[in-house]
């Protein structure tokens, strides 16, 4: 598709912004070299050649990475962002320039969001790079026909293979799916090191505050949790873990927390009636998947009084108590910065690139399928040689005993 095409057919906030999302890409590609040497190596098989895919991840500059890598392996990609919040402008406004059809804008209102998911299942795509489900439901529920066309959705999330699951467990899962969120070398690096490191960045960034000495709650500790945990005590920070049954644990742990962290993937895992609970002057911020798991809009409600004391940081006076909601409790680290690590992400969208090329091949039977294992050491393999590292082989004798239970 020709940049005109891709304009005409788009719906961004400003093209003018192109040259600053194309620094932003090319700083991301240097730091990059996984998914550019699969992009040279598996995607250039001619697997992808032709296919629509729909790219739907928030949007910055490392997704613009993967969405080029696939455009480059000769496939027809539509992109949107899985968060308005997170959708940066600059990097949308360079995709569309590069000819790839984006419909997308920073900040947009939860109708013009569905608008610019459903806009992305309307042009028909085949397979699906999804965030959450968001796509791949929005297309179930309201554009069924599409949604009985695809040969396949690739999901990077842990709220969205709980979705997955629960489409096929209602027999609603037609299709192969690749719970890609399961990958090795996606949630044992993803999910604890790359969101655990870029929460706290982001919240120190937004607030200007000391971490060290602070009473930290994390709610939930999945590997997402477990990371945050892990990043607020190597900060200095004390670590209380909310789990398994956050009722009763909320009213144990909230009291004496400074800073809040959800990372449950459900929704009102804090809501108005527990600031209450909560020392005044405490942060709230969200580094699950849904914006719903601090429940903003019902603190809003109950709120007296609401002001912005900075960017990214509403305050809200409830019962007397001030509590502090860093960017309106979408995703702290990418709505307030720029996410994971470069690093990490080319690893979890090097997952995504091989997910989709395994769909596209045919290869799998409907339902949600394991990321390969053999795809998994690929990409670990490729990692340590862009670091100048190489594995031992097996000896012999060592090969027998794993190969024959007689030997040893």
């Known amino acids: 598709m020709t940049p005109a095409d891709a304009a005409a057919r788009s719906r961004i906030a400003d093209a003018g912004l192109a040259p600053e999302g194309d620094r932003r890409i090319a700083w991301a590609r240097q730091h ?78 939860p109708e013009e969001f569905t608008a610019d998911l459903l806009a992305v299942a309307a042009t028909g795509p085949e397979l699906v790079i999804d965030d959450g489900l968001e796509l791949t439901r929005r297309a179930e529920e309201h554009l069924p026909d599409v949604y009985a066309e695809l040969a396949g959705v690739s999901e990077e999330t842990t709220t969205g293979v709980v979705r997955l699951r629960a489409l096929q467990a209602a027999g609603r899962l037609p299709f192969p799916a690749v719970a890609a969120n399961d990958a090795r070398c996606k949630h044992l690096f993803d999910n604890p090191y790359g969101t655990g490191q870029t929460t706290l960045t982001a919240l120190l960034a937004l607030t200007n505050v000391l971490a060290a000495g602070r009473e930290f709650c994390v709610i939930g500790y999945g590997y997402v949790g477990q990371g945050l945990a892990r990043a607020a005590d190597g900060l200095g920070g004390r670590v209380t873990v909310v789990e398994v049954d956050p009722v009763r644990a909320l009213g144990e742990a909230l009291p004496d927390a400074d800073v809040v962290l959800t990372a449950t993937g459900l929704v009102d895992a804090v809501g108005a009636a527990d600031v209450s609970l909560l020392r005044d002057g405490a942060l709230l911020a969200n580094a699950g998947h849904s914006n719903r798991e601090i429940d903003v809009a019902a603190i809003a409600d109950a709120a007296a009084e609401a002001w912005s004391p900075r960017a990214g940081v509403t305050t809200y006076l409830v019962g007397g108590r001030k509590v502090h909601v860093l960017v309106d409790g979408a995703l702290v680290n990418i709505a307030g910065l720029d996410g994971n690590p470069i690093e990490i992400m080319d690893l979890s969208f090097s997952v995504q690139a091989l997910s989709v090329r395994e769909l596209a091949a045919g290869r799998l039977p409907a339902g949600v399928n394991r990321f390969p294992d053999e795809l998994d050491s690929l990409i670990a393999r490729t990692k340590l040689e862009t670091l100048g590292i190489s594995l031992d082989e097996l000896r012999p004798a060592q090969r027998r005993v794993l190969d024959d239970w007689r030997v040893g």
């Open 32 to 109: 990059m070299p996984v998914l550019e040497r699969l992009t040279g190596l598996e995607l250039a098989d001619g697997v992808l050649c032709g296919r629509r895919i729909a790219v739907v991840v928030h949007l910055e500059a490392k997704t613009a990475c993967l969405v080029l890598a696939l455009a480059e392996a000769g496939a027809h990609v539509v992109a949107t962002g899985s968060n308005a919040l997170s959708t940066q402008d600059a990097v949308c406004a360079a995709l569309v320039g590069r000819g790839i059809e984006v419909h997308a804008r920073h900040g947009a209102s």
